[in-house]
């Protein structure tokens, strides 16, 4: 297992799910991760449900993105760690086999990452477009600052136990 931090975008190509997209793309081209010396990894992943655990047994440290499906307002920004994540027995993932799925597998079978955080927008459902809604793209910025603030904390603190 790597010390390297992975930012994981997760999403697909259609309307609001490409949040996740966007925001690793944004992350994969700023500061934080251009002046990282290679110890943050951004990869953009297409729905990838239970093969998110192949991705967790990459690194100590992950910060996953993705669009929610919470019932919250569209555009609503929430930080859930792995306990937020297993407790939200709703679909909060846009995905068939989702996020909690994944993320609930990992933690039975002990390859969860030992600092996990999943960073949400909430879609709007009734968003139609090819692009992102206009609540998901004015979120945006800030769901990016809140991943940098987290990457960064994390930067700072004492590295993950492995």
Do not use: K, Y
Not at 32 to 60: C, H, K, M, N
Not at 70 to 88: E, F, N, Y
Not at 144 to 153: F, G, I, L, R, S
């Amino acid at each position: 297992m790597s010390a390297v931090l992975a930012i994981l975008g997760v999403g697909s190509p259609f309307g609001d799910d490409r949040a996740g997209w966007a925001a690793a793309a944004s992350l994969a081209a700023s500061n934080l991760v251009t002046s990282s010396a290679g110890q943050i990894d951004v990869r953009i992943l297409d729905r990838p449900g239970s093969l998110l655990l192949a991705e967790f047994g990459q690194s100590s440290d992950i910060i996953l993105i993705d669009a929610l499906c919470s019932g919250a307002l569209p555009g609503t920004i929430q930080r859930l760690d792995a306990d937020g994540v297993c407790g939200a027995r709703s679909v909060l993932s846009s995905h068939g086999v989702g996020v909690v799925q994944a993320v609930d597998l990992a933690r039975s079978l002990g390859c969860l990452p030992a600092r996990f955080v999943l960073f949400g927008v909430e879609a709007d459902r009734q968003h139609a477009g090819n692009g992102l809604s206009p609540a998901v793209r004015e979120a945006l910025p800030r769901l990016v600052e809140q991943v940098v603030q987290q990457a960064e904390a994390w930067r700072m603190a004492a590295p993950a136990a492995t």
